[in-house]
């Protein structure tokens, strides 16, 4: 019986470039996020300062660079799959030493589908290049979400959402 391949070299296999150079950056870069709710509550969980481990089913964290992007995942995605459906674009920064070690990945149109990916063993030590807060951007409701957002904390008001 042969090996399953790995999904992710299946994918994007070693011999179809799709990545980027870093371009000049500052001593931070600033990262977005999408996600749902799930993940979200672990965020606020930690203080809004870290990202929390990934489950097993997720070999990778995945930030995006520029909101567009995150926007897109977060209303198309999250908040149209998602249970509750609600999707959240995040932003933080990372000290750019850090950043700057992981290539940059296209994974659509170049100019716009840009993000990295941290393997999940990996994710303590970049959450400990975090500066700052998490910050909480936007969020998109799909057509089922009940509940209300909380201005002072962006998660939903409603204690069962």
Request: net charge negative.
């Amino acid at each position: 019986m042969t090996p399953t391949p790995n999904w992710l070299q299946t994918l994007f296999p070693d011999n179809a470039e799709r990545t980027l150079p870093w371009p000049p950056v500052e001593e931070t870069v600033v990262l977005y996020r999408p996600t749902g709710l799930q993940e979200l509550k672990l965020v606020a969980q930690s203080g809004f300062r870290r990202w929390p481990a990934r489950l097993p089913d997720q070999p990778i964290f995945y930030p995006v660079l520029n909101f567009e992007y995150a926007e897109e995942i977060a209303r198309d995605w999250n908040a149209g799959r998602n249970d509750p459906p609600i999707g959240f674009v995040t932003a933080f920064e990372v000290r750019s030493e850090v950043a700057t070690r992981y290539q940059i990945q296209v994974v659509g149109a170049e100019s716009r589908h840009q993000e990295l990916w941290i393997p999940a063993e990996e994710l303590e030590a970049f959450n400990d290049a975090i500066v700052g807060e998490i910050r909480m951007l936007a969020h998109y409701a799909g057509s089922g979400f009940t509940g209300r957002i909380d201005p002072q904390t962006p998660l939903p008001q409603d204690p069962s959402s």
